[in-house]
C-alpha cells in the first residue's frame, strides 16, 4: 500500500537523520572536550590555516566582489525613481555585511574547503588510514579534526572580513560603472549608514557558520563507507548539511542578535 | 656551471602554467557545453543512445528529491531577509507598507531563482560530479566509449534537461515558499498588515521573464559544469573528491556569475523601469 510504505519511508528519513545529528553532536563535543587543555598539533594547524584560508581568498574574493555589486544593480531601480543616490550604499552595504556577504562567503567556503576536507578525511577512512593512526595510539581526534575544525572557524571569519571589504569596493565599482555614482558619494553613503554593529553581526554569524562548516565536514568525512563512490555520496552529503546548517543557524542568529 | 635546479618553479612560469591549465579547462569546458547540445540535437533528430527512462529519472533526483533542502532552505532565508529588511526600514523610513512589493519584486526578477540555484548548484552540483566521477575513474566512463557510446550523449544529456526543466519548476516553487514565509514574519514580527504584504502591483512581465531566464541558465549552466568537473576526475576517491569540490564551487560561481551578468545586462537594456 502507498500510504504505509511512504509513512515507513518517512520513518526511516527522520531516524537517518537524527542519527547523522547525534553524530554531528558527539563529534562537536568530542572536539570540545579535546580542546579543554589545549593540546593539539601546532605544525598541522599552521598547514590547515594555509590551505584553508590563503589558498580561498581569490574564489571569495572574486564571489564577494560580484555579490557587492549584484546588491547595488537590485537596488537601483528604486535608487533612481527615488533619485536617492545617497540610499545606494545604505541598501548595499546593509545587506553585504548583515547577509549577503556573510551567507555568500561561508556557501563557497563549504564549497571549497568543507567539501575538499570531507573528501580528504574520507579518502583516509576509505583507506583505513585513520584505523592505522589509532594503532599508533594518535588520537585522530586531536591529531586530525581538532585542527581542521579550529583552522576553518579562525579563516572563515578572517575570508568574512576580507570578503566585505572586497564587496564593498565591488559595490562601489558597480555604482560607478552602472549608475554613475561618485566614488565619495558612495563612500559617504557606506560610512553615514552603516554602524560597527552592522559589521559585527555578520562577523558573529561567520563563527557560527565556520564552526557549523567544519564539524558537519569532518563528521561525513570520517563516517565514509564504500570506496570511492562512497567518498562521493559523503561529500554530497557534507554540502547539502552545511548549506541547510548555515540557513538555520542564520535565521536564528537573526532573531537572537537583531 | 649550470644554474641550480630548484624544486619549486619561480613566480612566472607558476603563473605561466596556471594561466595554461585554465585555458584549457575553459576549453573543455566549452566542448563538453557544444558537446550537449549537439548531444541533444542528436537525441531528437535519431534518439541517441541512452538508457530508458534516463530523463525522467534524473528529473526525479534532481527535482523531487531536492524539494524538501530547496524549501527548508528559501523558507528560512526568506524569513531573514524580511525581518533584517523591515529592521532597516522601520528605523530610517517608519513606513512598512512597501516591503511586500519590493520583495515580491526582487524574488521574481533576482532572488528567488538565484538562491534555489545557488541550493541547487551545492546539491545537484555534487551529486552529478561525483556520480560522473565515479564512473570516470572506475573506467566505466571508457566502457562506455569502447561500445561506441558517447558519454557526453548517455550521461549528460538527461541530466541536462531535466536539470533545465527542474531548475524552473523549483525556482517557481522556491519563490512562492519564500515570499509566503516572507508576508509570514512580517505579520508575526512587525504587524504588517498580510493584504497589503501581498500585493502583486510591481511585478509585471518583464521580471518575469528575466526571472525564468536565470533559471533556465543557471539550469543549463549547473549540469555541465559539474558533468564536466566529474569527467575530469583522476585517479581514485581522492579524485573523486576533488571533482565533487571543484563542481560545488564551479557551479556556485557560475550561478554568481550569470546572475551578475544577466542583471546588468537587464539593467542596461530596461534603464530605470526594471
Redesign the interface.
Known amino acids: 500500500m502507498l500510504g504505509e510504505r511512504s509513512i515507513t519511508s518517512l520513518g526511516a528519513r527522520a531516524v537517518a537523520v537524527s542519527r547523522e545529528l547525534g553524530g554531528i553532536t558527539i563529534l562537536f563535543a568530542q572536539v570540545l572536550r579535546a580542546l579543554v587543555p589545549p593540546r593539539l598539533d601546532g605544525r598541522e594547524l599552521v598547514r590547515n590555516l594555509y590551505k584553508m584560508g590563503n589558498r580561498s581568498v581569490p ?1 571569495v574574493a ?2 564577494a566582489f ?2 557587492g ?2 546588491m547595488v ?2 537596488s ?3 535608487v ?2 527615488l533619485d536617492a543616490t545617497s540610499l545606494a550604499g ?1 541598501a548595499a552595504g ?2 553585504v555585511l ?2 549577503i556577504g556573510p ?2 562567503i561561508a ?2 567556503f ?3 574547503v568543507g ?2 576536507n ?3 578525511l ?2 583516509m577512512t ?2 583505513e588510514q585513520l584505523d592505522g593512526l589509532r594503532a599508533l595510539a594518535i588520537d585522530p581526534i586531536r591529531y586530525l579534526i581538532v585542527p581542521r575544525v579550529l583552522a576553518m572557524l579562525i579563516m572563515l571569519v578572517c575570508l568574512t572580513v576580507i570578503g566585505d571589504l572586497v564587496a564593498l569596493i565591488g559595490a562601489a565599482v ?1 555604482a560607478k560603472a ?1 549608475l554613475g555614482i561618485e566614488w565619495g558619494i558612495m563612500y559617504a553613503s557606506f560610512t553615514e549608514n552603516l554602524k560597527p554593529h552592522d559589521f559585527l553581526h555578520g562577523v558573529y554569524k561567520s563563527m557560527a557558520f565556520g564552526t557549523a562548516i567544519a564539524v558537519t565536514s569532518c563528521y561525513f568525512g570520517v563516517t565514509v563507507r564504500g ?7 559523503a ?2 552529503a557534507a ?2 548539511a ?3 546548517s548555515i ?2 543557524l ?2 536564528f542568529l ?2 537572537v542578535n ?1 | 656551471m649550470s644554474a641550480p635546479v630548484s624544486r619549486r618553479p619561480d613566480p612566472v612560469s607558476r603563473l605561466g602554467a596556471g594561466g595554461l591549465g585554465g585555458v584549457r579547462a575553459g576549453v573543455e569546458l566549452w566542448l563538453v557545453l557544444i558537446g550537449t547540445i549537439a548531444g541533444i540535437v542528436r537525441m531528437f533528430r535519431r534518439g541517441a543512445a541512452r538508457p530508458k527512462g534516463a530523463i525522467v529519472e534524473q528529473m526525479w533526483v534532481i527535482g523531487n528529491r531536492s524539494l524538501l533542502f530547496v524549501a527548508v532552505t528559501l523558507g528560512f532565508i526568506g524569513m531573514v531577509m524580511i525581518y533584517q529588511a523591515c529592521l532597516q526600514f522601520s528605523r530610517a523610513i517608519g513606513d512598512l507598507s512597501q516591503v511586500g512589493t519590493q520583495f515580491i519584486r526582487l524574488i521574481v526578477s533576482d532572488f528567488g531563482p538565484t538562491l534555489t540555484a545557488m541550493m541547487l548548484a551545492t546539491r545537484v552540483g555534487a551529486g552529478i560530479a561525483a556520480e560522473i566521477g565515479s564512473m570516470k575513474v572506475t573506467e566505466q566512463v571508457d566502457a562506455l566509449r569502447m561500445s561506441g557510446v558517447l558519454p557526453i550523449d548517455y550521461l549528460l544529456v538527461p541530466r541536462f534537461l531535466a536539470s533545465v526543466v527542474m531548475t524552473v519548476a523549483l525556482a517557481i516553487v522556491g519563490a512562492a515558499i519564500m515570499y509566503a514565509a516572507g508576508g509570514l514574519t512580517a505579520y508575526l514580527s512587525f504587524g504588517v498588515n498580510p493584504r497589503i504584504f501581498y500585493d502583486l502591483q510591481m511585478v509585471e512581465g518583464k521580471h518575469l521573464i528575466l526571472g525564468l531566464l536565470k533559471a533556465v541558465s543557471y539550469g543549463a549552466a549547473i549540469p555541465v559544469v559539474s558533468g564536466f568537473c566529474g569527467l575530469r576526475a583522476r585517479g581514485s576517491s581522492e579524485g573523486v573528491g576533488w571533482a565533487t569540490t571543484a563542481a560545488v564551487v564551479g557551479s556556485s560561481f557560475a550561478v554568481i556569475a550569470l546572475d551578475f551578468a544577466l542583471s546588468v545586462g537587464a539593467l542596461w537594456l530596461l534603464g530605470g523601469d526594471l
Open positions: 574564489i572574486l564571489t560580484f555579490a555589486g549584484l544593480v537590485q537601483a531601480p528604486f533612481k525613481r545604505w546593509y545587506a548583515r547577509e551567507i555568500l556557501l563557497m563549504s564549497g571549497r567539501a575538499n570531507t573528501a580528504e574520507g579518502t576509505v583507506t558597480v552602472v570506496g570511492a563512490v562512497g567518498v562521493g555520496r561529500v554530497n554540502v547539502v552545511a548549506a541547510v540557513m538555520l542564520d535565521f537573526t532573531y537583531a
